[in-house]
């Protein structure tokens, strides 16, 4: 009984991560068109429309699940609840960054927390063109979007630390992005930096 509860745990898992590297893999096609420089961070489209609707639902999924993982009594309902949980458990994710390598590139998609009441530019962007796209087209650009995918990469590192005995250290297979505590592909320096309160 539990070896099966243990192989549903884990299947659970997997399909979160593939689920991310679909996405990913999506953005990274995008790439071949417009790059990830913040020369275009303001470029829009009905690509990165769909691709942040899709990066958004999908990070509300994941924090969703990483909020009752970490804190079981909160209702985790809305950003407002969420955040709680999550600072609380990891303070200083403000800080966590995403590399973007081949266009030189680091973003830090929390920042926004960083000061109390702060919020997360690239979510109010997905909400926007979630349900007023009519009005907030501009919104669905590039910097959006790369910094919604970003988030979703470093909720899904947090949830399997939290969340998998193995922790976050087998996730692999990035086309694009890199965060502290993924393996590095074999061509590239290894790093043994982690992310913020993963020691």
């Given at each position: 009984m539990s070896n099966h509860r243990s192989q549903k745990k884990k299947e659970l898992e997997d399909s979160y991560?593939?689920?991310?590297?679909?996405?990913?893999?999506?953005?990274?096609?995008t790439a071949r068109y417009i790059g990830c420089s913040k020369t275009n961070d303001t470029t829009c489209s009905i690509e990165?429309?769909?691709?942040?609707?899709?990066?958004?639902?999908?990070?509300?999924?994941?924090?969703?699940?990483?909020?009752?993982?970490?804190?079981?009594?909160?209702?985790?309902?809305?950003?407002?609840?969420y955040k709680k949980s999550i600072l609380k458990k990891f303070p200083k994710i403000h800080t966590a960054p995403v590399r973007v390598d081949?266009?030189?590139?680091?973003?830090?998609?929390?920042?926004g927390w960083d000061v109390s009441g702060g919020?997360?530019?690239?979510?109010?962007?997905?909400?926007?063109?979630?349900?007023?796209?009519?009005?907030?087209?501009?919104?669905?650009?590039l910097k959006n979007t790369l910094n919604a995918l970003s988030a979703l990469l470093i909720l899904?590192?947090?949830?399997?630390?939290?969340?998998?005995?193995?922790?976050?250290?087998?996730?692999?297979?990035?086309?694009l992005l890199w965060a502290p505590g993924m393996p590095r592909p074999p061509?590239?320096?290894?790093?043994?930096?982690?992310?913020p309160h993963l020691v």
């Open positions: 991560w593939n689920y991310f590297l679909k996405l990913e893999s999506d953005f990274h096609a990165f429309a769909q691709q942040l609707v899709c990066i958004g639902t999908e990070c509300e999924a994941v924090i969703k699940k990483l909020c009752k993982t970490i804190d079981q009594k909160n209702p985790a309902a809305n950003m407002g609840h081949r266009f030189h590139r680091t973003v830090h998609p929390f920042a919020r997360l530019e690239w979510w109010n962007a997905f909400q926007d063109i979630k349900y007023h796209r009519d009005n907030n087209f501009e919104k669905a650009n899904e590192l947090y949830l399997y630390a939290v969340f998998s005995t193995e922790g976050s250290e087998r996730l692999g297979g990035t086309l061509e590239r320096e290894s790093s043994t930096e982690l992310l």
